[in-house]
């Protein structure tokens, strides 16, 4: 199919992709664009922090290993301003020209890792987050749900280089899930939490169901 000649979907849609590290999102994400690539939809992947070419410069300082001295408001501030380039550069035309934009975090990542895992203010968070996203929501938010301890287990056999983020102690995994999951009460309609233990075929499985709901 030309690249121009897909099933567009009026207004788009935009789905984010949340959880804690190893959850298991980027494996959903690549399924999910192959499968709804096949059936014809124009896809867009994009991922946070990062996407864009400004983006991902703020990406390497976000995750560099010698930035010991980041400061939570810097961190904060850096990720909502590859969010905003992000936001207006890709993912606002990509659901203008009809596509599926598929995103690998998006804002509820600030308000689980500044808010709930460093404690910075959550309605400040909030703001930040509107600001960056241009008030645009994701239609449907998955968040995938896993216990700090599994995702160490995973992340132990896993044998990459581990960024600044991933280093952080187990205590602060457990207090960003839980951050996820008091964001995921917050707006059950937008939420749907999934077991991020099952196989990763029987998740991929229900993603698709949920969002077969969009495409009729
Ligand atoms: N449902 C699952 N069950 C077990 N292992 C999984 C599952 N989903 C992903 N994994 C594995 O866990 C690791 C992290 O997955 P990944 O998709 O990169 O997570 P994330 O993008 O959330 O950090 C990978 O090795 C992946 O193969
Ligand atoms: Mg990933």
Do not use: W
Request: net charge negative; charged share 30%; aromatic share 10%.
């Amino acid at each position: 199919m030309a690249k121009d000649k897909y099933s567009k979907i009026p207004g788009g849609l935009f789905i984010s992709f949340e959880g804690i590290d190893y959850c298991g999102k980027s494996t959903q994400v690549k399924l999910l664009a192959s499968r709804l690539g096949s059936e014809g939809y124009g896809i867009l992947v994009v991922r946070e922090p990062g996407g864009t070419q400004i983006s991902e410069k703020i990406r390497d300082i976000l995750l560099d290993n010698a930035n010991l001295k980041l400061a939570a408001e810097a961190e904060l501030l850096l990720y909502e301003a590859s969010r905003a380039q992000l936001t207006r550069e890709l993912i606002i035309p990509g659901k203008d020209a009809g596509k599926i934009v598929l995103s690998d975090r998006y804002f509820d990542s600030s308000t689980a890792y500044q808010g709930y895992g460093r404690g910075l203010d959550i309605e400040s968070i909030h703001k930040m987050n509107m600001i960056a996203s241009a008030g645009i929501k994701p239609d449907t938010t998955f968040l995938f749900d896993l216990p700090a301890e599994t995702a160490q287990t995973r992340y132990a056999s896993v044998p990459l280089f581990k960024d600044r983020l991933e280093e952080e102690k187990i205590d602060f995994h457990r207090r960003v899930r839980s951050g996820f999951l008091a964001i995921a009460a917050a707006e059950p309609f937008r939420f749907k939490i999934l077991d991020a233990d099952d196989d990763i075929e029987y998740i991929s499985g229900k993603i698709y169901t949920e969002i077969s709901q969009f495409l009729r």
